[in-house]
């Protein structure tokens, strides 16, 4: 079966850092996904991790720790804009499993 | 390219009725994926495809059908809607990474615009 757990909220100010943790276990591993989505809309992708470490785009950087089955995906210099479900996603062969999503509000 | 497109956008059905929720994509890949999204809850697999003529089910088939009988399209049917089924509908698809390639270029899925069915 697939478990993967992650926050359901968080609050931050603009300009700040905000770090959402993903948990997961899984019957299978082949990479750990970073989604955003806003309010009614389709989900877009931000980031991929498959080996252990750091990957850094922008404001964005993501982690992971297979060994932990642990990922965080980090929010640096937090804008207005950035307010919207953060979604964590396994990926298992071609197949994503999604946790429920963290939703983010950016308050200036 | 236009991408994944999903039509309708909206729709209400009336439990026994059915619909089929049209996806399409310009982007020649191989798999299509269709998901739901309930309220405060994550993306659930309904059904799969890793090519024309191919189709398997994921976590939630049950109440729905897919076929794929070309590349770019992948209907999702339901044939007796029951208010169970009220949610967002995503349609997303994504490439093989080519032989050798693997893991280190992301084969991300791309998504749709989605489309808001209620059954009343």
Same mark, same amino acid.
């Given at each position: ?29 082949? *990479?750990? @996904? ?9 989900? $877009?992708? /931000?980031?991929?991790?498959? /080996? ?17 089955? +642990? ?6 210099? /937090? ?6 479900? +953060? ?22 | ?8 956008? @909206? ?35 309904? +059904?799969?495809?890793? *090519?024309?003529?191919? $189709?398997?089910? *994921? ?18 049917? /339901? ?6 089924? $009220? ?22 899925? @791309?998504?749709?615009? *989605? $489309? ?5």
């Amino acid at each position: 079966g697939q478990n993967i757990d992650q926050p359901t909220e968080m609050t931050a100010t603009e300009g700040a850092i905000v770090q959402i943790n993903c948990t997961y276990q899984t019957s299978g591993f082949n *990479g750990l @996904f970073w989604y955003q989505q806003h309010a009614g809309e389709a989900p $877009t992708f /931000l980031s991929y991790n498959v /080996l252990d470490g750091l990957e850094e785009k922008g404001r964005f950087s993501s982690f992971l720790s297979r060994s932990k089955g +642990y990922s965080y995906l980090l929010l640096k210099e /937090l804008q207005m804009k950035d307010s919207a479900s +953060y979604l964590c996603a396994v990926k298992n062969d071609y197949k994503l499993s999604f946790g429920a999503g963290t939703t983010v509000t950016v308050r200036a | 390219n236009a991408g994944v497109t999903q039509t309708p956008k @909206f729709r209400i059905l009336k439990i026994g009725q059915s619909m089929t929720l049209q996806c399409t994509q310009d982007m020649n890949h191989n798999y299509m994926y269709w998901y739901r999204q309930d309220p405060g809850m994550g993306l659930k697999l309904i +059904y799969y495809s890793v *090519g024309a003529g191919i $189709t398997d089910k *994921g976590e939630v088939p049950n109440g729905y059908n897919v076929s794929r009988s070309t590349t770019e399209d992948f209907p999702l049917r /339901l044939e007796l809607a029951a208010p169970s089924q $009220t949610s967002v509908y995503f349609c997303a698809s994504s490439q093989a990474p080519p032989p050798g390639q693997g893991i280190l270029d992301p084969p991300g899925q @791309f998504f749709g615009p *989605g $489309t808001r069915l209620t059954v009343l």
